[in-house]
C-alpha cells in the first residue's frame, strides 16, 4: 500500500508557473502526473522512472513541465511553466511499484492521490 499526497495547485494567469509535489509514504518504482479537465479524459501528463531516472512527458507540455524527484523525500515533482489556460485541470499523482506498461496510461498505475486544482486564466 502506497499513500499519496499531493500539493502546489492554485490558480495563476497564463504564462506563470506552479509547483506540484507529490510526497509518497514510500519508495515507489515509477510515478505520474495526470490531468482531467471537466468533460474531459484523464490523460498522463509526465511520468519519472525511479531507477534510472527516465522520464516521459505528454508532447503538449514539453518545454514547458518538467518532472523531478527527491529519493531522500520519497518526492516527486512537476514544475509547470509557461502555463496556459488549457492546462487548467485537476491534477493527479499516481505511483506503482513495479512497470506495467505506458508510463502515461492510467491503467499502469495502482495507487492515485486525491488530486489538486490547477487553474489558469488568461
Known amino acids: 500500500q502506497v499513500v499519496l499526497v499531493e500539493s502546489g495547485g492554485g490558480s495563476v494567469q497564463a504564462g506563470g508557473s506552479l509547483r506540484l509535489s507529490c510526497v509518497a509514504s514510500?519508495?515507489?518504482?515509477?510515478t505520474g502526473w495526470f490531468r482531467q479537465a471537466p468533460g474531459k479524459e484523464r490523460e498522463g501528463v509526465a511520468a519519472?522512472?525511479?531507477?534510472?531516472?527516465?522520464?516521459s512527458r505528454l508532447d503538449s507540455v514539453k518545454g514547458r513541465f518538467t518532472i523531478s524527484r527527491d529519493n531522500a523525500k520519497n518526492t516527486v515533482y512537476l514544475q509547470m511553466n509557461n502555463l496556459k489556460p488549457e492546462d487548467t485541470a485537476m491534477y493527479y499523482c499516481?505511483?506503482?511499484?513495479?512497470?506495467?506498461?505506458?508510463?502515461?496510461?492510467?491503467?499502469?498505475?495502482?495507487?492515485w492521490g486525491q488530486g489538486t486544482q490547477v487553474t489558469v486564466s488568461s
Open positions: 499516481a505511483a506503482d511499484l513495479q512497470p506495467r506498461g505506458d508510463w502515461l496510461s492510467s491503467s499502469s498505475y495502482m495507487y
Open positions: 514510500g519508495y515507489t518504482l515509477i
Open positions: 519519472f522512472y525511479t531507477p534510472n531516472g527516465g522520464t
